[in-house]
């Protein structure tokens, strides 16, 4: 057996060998497909180390942009944009809508959408097109990284098999295959990219390896080997460990209610004890990652039909909680002599988080549907989503109450003279503990707070 066989595959490692030497000095060409709010700042981080990055959007108009210099991503990334433009400067980054450029790539990310539909069922439309035609141009001995958060057993079930099938190569002979799931954060994509550990998942303990050489020139923190299905399970296991542990707050906070408890103050006095750390309560869970990757993580168990109970419950109670806040709307409507059909209802916040312009699976949006189907009016107000921004006193003006979604930073300091001289009717329904009854009390407001009873 010559020095190079692999002990694990029987497979002569040359081809390992070498790529980890252009890992080491850079030499490597890298491919990055999908150049959206992940694959974009990857891309940058690369090029700025010094590595040539080709990245591959189907969106020509994002590619020309990209090639332009001018960020295509929404929201407030601090420093992006700067280093886009000298990355795309020093001709270190370049863009296309054609897979053919990367025939000549040693390292091939992917950073596409792998979103979940109405029954929660992982939908890899974006995915399975990016492999096939990858695997159509994929050159001998490269490395492909999927950088998406996929479902436990994706990795092995679809990934692998379309990319032997398309490239006609043998895995961890003809080209290398790993998982290194991201963990970025809208607002924070730069940062959490150079500070954030990540799980290297290689098909062999050699092709992490390689993995852990090629991120360690971005990552600032923990890189840690393992094997494609640990990565898998540890991205979705996180998040779903974050929205049970929500669900569990949200469940408590109506408990609350119940008994005339304040959900804050439990909270705190809970979180005095060691080992606790309850999170918040709230009017709902928005966003990119958390709402979706429960499911992720339990679809193969289900469907080998393993009984799992908790996590889909977990979800449940998080998508009540914006119906939860029509409830507690309308008993103080009720107190105050009026119904929510025709009422006029100001709602503050549409974004997923506070202090963020980002809408996606927003608690606030089901709240409106349902406000509507009620028969309500809608006035919406969110100082970052552009549509909704706006003076809030004139749109507060004539309505019958106001519901916090989001815990904008503005809506803290807000004048509740001035908002309650501008309703019509004096009710404010807090989701996000903005205010402490004691504010609102001395205003002559009816406060509702969520948790509190
Ligand atoms: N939320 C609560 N209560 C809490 C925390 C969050 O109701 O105690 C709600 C938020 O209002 C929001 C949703 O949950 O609607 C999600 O909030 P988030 O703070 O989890 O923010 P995300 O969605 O940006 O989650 C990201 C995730 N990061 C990655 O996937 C890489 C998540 O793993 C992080 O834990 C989270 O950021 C974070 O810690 O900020």
């Avoid at 897979?99 to 995915?127: F, G, K, S, W």
């Avoid at 979180?271 to 339990?298: E, F, T, Y």
């Avoid at 025709?342 to 988080?353: P, Q, S």
């Amino acid at each position: 057996m010559s020095e190079s066989t692999n002990q694990h595959t029987g497979v002569d490692d040359t081809s390992l060998n070498s790529l980890q030497r252009k890992l080491a000095d850079k030499t490597a060409k890298l491919g990055v497909i999908g150049l959206g709010y992940v694959g974009l700042p990857v891309a940058c981080l690369f090029a700025e180390t010094g590595f040539k990055v080709v990245g591959v959007d189907i969106q020509a108009e994002r590619v020309a942009k990209i090639n332009a210099g001018i960020s295509p991503i929404e929201g407030d990334e601090p420093g992006l944009a700067e280093l886009l433009a000298q990355v795309i400067n020093m001709g270190m980054l370049h863009a296309t809508d054609t897979y053919a450029p990367l025939a000549e790539c040693d390292v091939i990310t992917i950073n596409v959408e792998t979103p979940v539909d109405e029954q929660h069922i992982p939908r890899y439309a974006a995915l399975q097109s990016a492999l096939h035609a990858l695997g159509a141009v994929l050159k001998e001995g490269a490395l492909v990284i999927i950088e998406s958060t996929i479902a436990p057993g994706t990795m092995a079930k679809l990934v692998k098999p379309i990319l032997e099938n398309t490239s006609g190569k043998r895995v961890n002979a003809g080209f290398y295959l790993g998982h290194c799931p991201e963990r970025v954060m809208p607002g924070k994509l730069l940062a959490n990219l150079r500070g954030v550990s990540r799980v290297c998942g290689g098909e062999t303990p050699e092709t992490a390896q390689a993995m852990i050489m090629l991120y360690r020139h971005v990552v600032q923190a923990d890189l840690d080997a393992a094997d494609c299905v640990t990565a898998e399970l540890v991205k979705t296991a996180e998040n779903a460990y974050r929205d049970v542990n929500i669900a569990f707050a949200n469940e408590v906070a109506l408990v609350c209610e119940a008994v005339g408890g304040d959900v804050w103050r439990v909270r705190e006095l809970v979180n005095k004890s060691p080992g606790r750390n309850m999170l918040l309560p709230g009017a709902g869970v928005g966003g990119h990652c958390i709402p979706k990757d429960p499911w992720l993580l339990v679809y193969e168990a289900q469907a080998q039909g393993v009984p799992i109970r908790l996590i889909p419950a977990a979800r449940a109670v998080n998508e009540s909680m914006p119906l939860h806040m029509v409830e507690l709307l309308d008993e103080a409507l009720e107190e105050a002599g009026k119904t929510v059909a025709g009422a006029r209802v100001l709602v503050l916040g549409y974004a997923y988080l506070e202090n963020s312009d980002d809408t996606r699976n927003s608690p606030s949006a089901v709240l409106v549907q349902r406000l509507r189907e009620l028969g309500a009016e809608v006035v919406i107000h969110d100082p970052y989503v552009a549509e909704y921004q706006g003076d809030v006193y004139e749109m507060a003006q004539g309505c019958d109450a106001a519901v916090v979604m989001v815990g904008h930073g503005e809506y803290r300091e807000l004048d509740w003279k001035a908002i309650k001289a501008a309703l019509r009717t004096s009710v404010l329904v807090d989701g996000r503990q903005v205010y402490s009854i004691e504010q609102v009390a001395s205003v002559g407001l009816t406060y509702s707070a969520l948790g509190a009873g």
